[in-house]
């Protein structure tokens, strides 16, 4: 396939075909594992330039690697992206990011309805360097507008919250943020971007756990920043002096050249050739986890035992009207229901026999958890309480079985 006309491919053809960087010896129609640490050279001179960022040759695959240089290359086409860089886990792409943009004496805006390490990463490990975290109510744009000043760095969001389900509107806060010249960067794991378009919204930077979907089934830990280039760093008290310095945005440039190399966070060769090859099925099992789980939570929801369900897919969510105008039809392959008590919810998880007992999310298999105490076991009922965790609410994620075996499992585990 020719690069050149690689625009007017569907996502679907993009998701198997990017041409390598340069032609294998061998023609293989997979990418070859380099798991090579350093790479020769011919001259001096061409060791200085690919050192110093003038060439893209690979020096050392903690910095770049074939492998790796290849997926990230893969993920740009299908996105559009001006840059992206991968990470050894989607908690080191959250981290990574925000080292980036984050300075001592500056303050980051985000939600309470965080993902467990996500909320801790923002309320614990950047408190210790400086940094203040802003907690506000995404859904409303006063209380964001008065959180938001003149050190703000960022406004950081889930765009559904895990496992809350809150949809916050992508535009409106873009808005707010365009006004203020604060990126808005988002973590998108729970909507691929096969069918999600952040930067249609007004995302600038994009968070993603590939462990999630992309990874083909649980099969390796990842994660990727994706930049859209779209974002002024003018604004940028941090960033402003790499502005019309280097072929990238500031914010790549400062991440790929810096963050990324001196942290050490790289994806390994095998986890890129493993989430490469997940990439080429990516939109079947989507599509396929998704109708699955938009009957199951339906069906879950009439069971007398099962308290509520929550899907914003559903016509009867608070999120429903926003879920279709951001993510359409579906709104990712896990849904959470609430049942009477805690105990009850323990009872059910003892009582499954299909569904697995196991964190992670979108796995081919089915899993099920009970977020209050795993998850968010080592918060205090406090904190807990607002972040809206209730110790009466179920966490699955839906994977590739029949919905009819998935149901008659609920049914069983949820009978008294």
Known sequence: MKKENSNSLSTE???????????????????????????????????ELAFTGKSPEHVYSRISNPTVRHFESRVKSITNAAEVISFN???AAIANTMMTVAYSGCNIVTSPHLF????????????????????????????????????????????????QMEIADLRAL???????????????????????????FGVDIEVVSSTKY??????????????????????????????????????????????HRNLGACMTPHVAYMQTTGLETLSVRYQRAVETCK???KKAGELPEISSVNY???????????????????AGAMFTFDLPSREAAFRFIDKLKLIRRATNLFDNKTLAIHPASTIFGTFTEETRRSMNISQNTIRI???????????????QAAKK
């Open 116 to 163: 467990g390490n996500t909320y801790s990463f923002f309320a614990a490990t950047l408190k210790d360097f400086g940094v203040e975290t802003r907690f506000c109510d995404l859904t409303k744009s006063a209380e964001v507008q008065a959180c938001i000043d003149q050190n703000t760095c960022a406004l950081f969001l889930e765009i559904i919250t895990n496992p």
């Open 312 to 330: 914003p897919a559903l016509q009867e969510h608070p999120y429903y009207d926003i879920c279709q105008r951001q993510f359409g039809e579906y």
């Open 214 to 259: 992309i990874s083909g089934g649980a099969t390796s830990l990842g994660g990727l920043v994706i930049d859209y280039g779209s974002f002024d760093w003018q604004n940028s008290k941090k960033l402003n002096y790499l502005v019309n310095k280097t072929e990238w945005s500031a914010f790549s440039a400062k991440m790929r050249m810096e963050i």
């Open 174 to 200: 873009s808005a707010v943020c365009k006004t203020h010249g604060v990126p808005l960067i988002a973590d998108t794991t729970i909507v691929p971007f096969t069918v999600f378009r952040a930067a249609d």
């Open 13 to 47: 053809t993009k998701l198997l075909h990017e041409p390598y960087a340069e032609k294998d010896a061998y023609n293989a129609l997979t990418m070859p594992v380099y798991h090579a640490v350093a790479y020769d050279f011919e001259t001096a001179e061409q060791m």
């Open 295 to 297: 009957e199951l939570a």
């Open 89 to 91: 886990s989607g908690m």
């Open 397 to 411: 994620s839906v994977g590739l079985e029949p919905v009819a075996d998935l149901y008659n499992d609920i049914a």
